[in-house]
């Protein structure tokens, strides 16, 4: 599904509700825009298990954006995912949590922005979109689904722009893959496994969930390395903001550059990993002299980057045959 929206504003002509106590109060007297650039680091080298390389092949949805005050949490950690989080991040589609935005910002005043971009055809490459922030509405948040996956994705929950009465100018913050807590598959390839009952919004690392298959599992690994990046920088003002809805292999699908070059130097040792043993076959030898039975297994994974290399794939040993006649 094609998502195409350029920046809406909500709650205009409403009296804006008290901000909670406990929040930093934004004292900025000017609204601010910036542009927000998303870097896919998906890579087979960073994360060679599994890696989707077809049907589909590694690739990032649309990013849905929303610039809100801090009474709204377009999703949280160790929080239940909603049913819009959940339609996106199980499939992609938007409607739903478009629709739980509208009304979040209809019913409590608490958003006021909501942007897209074109999703990323790749695991690595860039999109960019802008949005404005008021001293109001000073927090962004945002959701890219990891396609393919069961249900998982990155994002930012509620990152405040604004510093006392300052914007800030400039900041890159590494992302990380979520689990939303709906699906229970574990590869990026699973079936639909619905979760009942659901889980909470968890974040996925080197070694959670604790399970083999698990595509992000890497025992040896003691932090997975970022999967995407995300860089907001404050720029100048101009009399409207319009999301970029280009064809994503085009202008907006910016070019390659240093960074993600670099990137290319992360190689995640992945260890081989092979199958229990079969059991012991039968013992082959004559009558009256020793013989030798065997047993077997198979490689699961084939080791990568400099990983620990496969065992031995069979067994032997001494043994004397029965029903000898």
């Known amino acids: 599904m094609t998502l195409a929206l350029t920046l809406s504003f909500l709650g205009q002509g409403v009296h804006p509700m008290p901000v909670p106590s406990s929040a930093p109060i934004c004292t900025a007297s000017e609204s601010a825009q910036y542009s927000i650039t998303f870097t896919g680091k998906w890579t087979q080298a960073a994360f060679p298990k599994q890696y989707p390389v077809y049907r589909p092949p590694a690739q990032w949805s649309n990013l849905i954006g929303v610039t809100h005050s801090s009474d709204y949490h377009m999703w949280q950690r160790n929080g239940f995912a909603?049913?819009?989080?959940?339609?996106?991040t199980e499939k992609g589609e938007a409607w739903t949590i478009m629709k739980e935005v509208?009304?979040?910002?209809?019913?409590?005043?608490?958003?006021?922005?909501?942007?897209?971009?074109?999703?990323?055809?790749?695991?690595?490459?860039?999109?960019?979109?802008?949005?404005?922030?008021?001293?109001?509405?000073?927090?962004?948040?945002?959701?890219?689904?990891?396609v393919p996956?069961?249900?998982?994705?990155?994002?930012?929950?509620?990152?405040?722009?604004?510093?006392g009465d300052q914007w800030k100018e400039s900041v890159s913050l590494e992302l990380f893959p979520y689990d939303a807590g709906t699906d229970s598959g574990f590869t990026f390839s699973s079936p639909n496994f619905e979760t009942i009952p659901q889980d909470k919004?968890?974040?996925?690392?080197?070694?959670?969930?604790?399970h083999p298959a698990n595509s992000f599992y890497y025992p040896r690994l003691k932090h997975l390395p970022p999967i995407a990046k995300?860089?907001?920088?404050?720029?100048?003002?101009?009399?409207?903001?319009?999301?970029?809805?280009?064809?994503?292999?085009?202008?907006?699908?910016?070019?390659?550059?240093n960074e993600i070059e670099e990137d290319k130097l992360i190689n995640t040792p992945l260890d081989?990993?092979?199958?229990?043993?079969?059991?012991?076959?039968?013992c082959k030898g004559k009558c009256g002299d020793s013989g030798t039975r065997y047993?077997?297994?198979?490689?699961?994974m084939q080791p990568a980057n400099h990983g620990a290399a496969?065992?031995?794939?069979?067994?032997?040993?001494?043994?004397?045959p029965d029903n000898c006649l």
């Open 230 to 257: 995300v860089t907001l920088t404050k720029i100048k003002k101009t009399n409207q903001i319009i999301s970029l809805l280009l064809d994503p292999t085009q202008s907006n699908q910016l070019p390659t550059g």
């Open 272 to 282: 081989c990993e092979v199958s229990v043993w079969s059991p012991w076959g039968l």
């Open 310 to 320: 496969c065992p031995q794939l069979e067994e032997q040993k001494k043994c004397f």
């Open 295 to 300: 047993r077997t297994r198979y490689i699961l």
């Open 82 to 88: 909603s049913n819009g989080v959940r339609e996106f």
């Open 102 to 146: 509208e009304e979040a910002g209809e019913r409590i005043q608490s958003v006021y922005g909501v942007f897209s971009t074109p999703a990323v055809v790749g695991g690595t490459g860039q999109m960019r979109s802008e949005f404005e922030v008021f001293s109001r509405h000073s927090y962004l948040s945002f959701i890219v689904r990891i």
């Open 149 to 163: 996956s069961p249900d998982w994705f990155v994002g930012v929950d509620s990152f405040d722009l604004c510093q």
């Open 201 to 210: 919004v968890t974040q996925i690392t080197s070694s959670f969930p604790r």
